[in-house]
């Protein structure tokens, strides 16, 4: 099945502020915004680094928080997409009509992204995958366009340099960013963070469990003092320890 056309968008300047201000430093540099869905991340220095776009419709609070730190959504290079869920890369069609940014996502999912068929469905569970299946084709963001094609170990220089770690499991092409220079580690939906607990990913949008657990046993070995993930609020102390921690509980 193809996916829907997409609608014409303003151009950003036309657009309205939102009524409200979703934007949080967690550490100078990097800010949280909260977007439909999701939580995505304004990686900042000379230029912007988006990390993430939110379920559709998210364009504009992402532009509005470059407003609200005092840039100009002129100054977004980059747009990293963690993984081709529909909560992270929903938002990425309609904020590359108004800004001309290179887009990177790890190989194994830019085909998922470029392709003018649905993103793949996101529930493991088969019977949960059918009975969504028509609210996901009804809010597809239909294809975007992918510039750069993320492997493990890719370098970019944003704050002072910003890791592509590979963390398959959630999906085939789940990527983290570590920046070791600010010792800050973003996960995606590599780990949950609940009650004050850490977990593994929701098993409901797991594709592989025991692959997920390799990965977050791999981002224990990583120093880092505050972790980010992109549906609960960061942890900003001694983080590395934390997850040393979690990953010695899991499962052999
Ligand atoms: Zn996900």
Redesign the pocket.
């Known amino acids: 099945m193809t996916k829907p056309a997409l609608n014409r968008r303003p151009a950003w300047q036309e657009l309205r502020p939102l009524p409200f201000r979703p934007c949080i430093e967690v550490v100078p540099g990097l800010y949280q915004v909260r977007t439909r869905a999701s939580r995505a991340y304004l990686v900042v220095d000379a230029g912007i680094t988006v990390i993430d776009t939110g379920a559709p419709g998210s364009g504009e609070r992402i532009l509005e928080a470059v407003r609200d730190i005092g840039r100009s959504p002129e100054d977004i290079r980059d747009i990293i997409i ?2 081709a ?1 529909i ?2 890369v929903g938002g990425l069609p309609e904020l590359q009509r108004w800004v001309p940014a290179r887009t990177g996502i790890h190989l194994a999912e830019a085909r998922d992204v470029e392709s003018d068929e649905p993103l793949p469905n ?1 529930f493991a569970h088969a019977l949960l995958a059918r009975i969504c299946e028509p609210y996901l084709l009804r809010v597809d963001p239909g294809p975007a366009r992918i510039d750069v094609y993320l492997r493990d170990g890719d370098e970019f220089p944003a704050l002072g340099g910003m890791r592509i770690i590979h963390v398959p499991g ?2 085939p092409g ?1 990527i983290a960013l570590h920046f070791p220079e600010r010792g800050v580690l973003i996960v ?2 590599a780990m949950q963070y609940r009650f004050g607990r850490l977990m593994p ?2 098993r409901l ?1 797991t594709r592989d469990m025991a692959q997920a657990t390799a990965s977050i046993r791999r981002l224990a070995e990583l120093d880092f003092d505050t972790l980010c993930f ?1 549906h609960f609020r960061p942890i900003v102390r001694d983080a590395d320890l934390k997850v040393r921690e979690f990953a010695r509980s899991l499962p052999a």
């Open positions: 963690t993984h869920h909560d992270h996101p959630h999906t789940s995606g939906d990913p929701h949008f992109s």
